[in-house]
């Protein structure tokens, strides 16, 4: 069964730092383009990152350019998002999603991260 | 950035209704759109990729259509399972965006 997992959302003050990763199982993580969407409450989606199927491409939305690291570890079939400085209009349901909009488009069911003091 | 403009934002209709929705771009995408549905709770699914491909396993009633800067999303006949909110994405360029979707309610 194709699965995506994500983990490592919870509670954080600003300006702290969450590593999210994404885990595949079901099939080759290695063959997909990855990417990260996030969605913060009662809100519609926002497309974040994206990351090659060789890690050499990366993109990222200008809300979180300079303070999101996306990678990837095909060994590991995993995907990471390195979330640092944020900020309260970073909380937000994480998804990952393989192919995004192709016709391998596959998500998760989200991690939730809360940005407060 | 490309721009996604979706109507109506909400729509009430009862089931067997036909119901469409329409997705303007801000600039010519070709057909590089694609619609998912969200339930309250749940990921986004893809229902449709490339503007007017079903993707396998969807319902015939759910069809795409259009091409450049306006496409249109229609369910034939609304079913129970069918209410939901629906997003479109455009993949012809970065940053990808999406619709601010419509809310698909029972009448």
């Known amino acids: 069964e194709v699965q995506l997992v994500e983990s490592g959302g919870g509670l954080v003050q600003p300006g702290g730092s969450l590593r999210l990763s994404c885990a595949a199982s079901g099939f080759t993580l290695?063959?997909?383009?990855m990417n990260w969407v996030r969605q913060a409450p009662g809100k519609g989606l926002e497309w974040i990152s994206y990351i090659s199927v060789s890690g050499i491409t990366i993109h990222y939305a200008d809300s979180v350019k300079g303070r999101f690291t996306i990678s990837r570890d095909n060994a590991k079939n995993s995907v990471y998002l390195q979330m640092n400085s944020l900020r309260v209009e970073d909380t937000a349901v994480y998804y990952c999603a393989r192919d995004l909009g192709l016709d391998g488009d596959y998500w998760g069911q989200g991690t939730l991260v809360t940005?407060?003091? | 950035d490309i721009q996604l403009?979706?109507?109506?934002?909400f729509l009430s209709a009862s089931v067997g209704d036909r119901v469409t929705i329409t997705c303007r771009a801000s600039?010519?995408?070709?057909?590089?759109l694609a619609w998912h549905q969200q339930k309250p709770g749940k990921a986004p699914k893809v229902l449709i990729y490339a503007a007017s491909t079903l993707q396998g396993g969807v319902p015939s009633r759910f069809s795409g259509s259009g091409s450049g800067t306006e496409f249109t999303l229609t369910i034939s006949s609304l079913q129970p399972e069918d209410f939901a909110t629906y997003y479109c994405l455009q993949l012809k360029t970065y940053p990808l965006t999406f619709g601010g979707g419509t809310k698909v309610e029972i009448k």
């Open chain 2, 27 to 32: 600039q010519g995408i070709r057909s590089y």
């Open chain 1, 30 to 33: 290695s063959s997909f383009e």
């Open chain 1, 115 to 117: 940005v407060s003091s």
């Open chain 2, 5 to 9: 403009t979706q109507s109506p934002s």
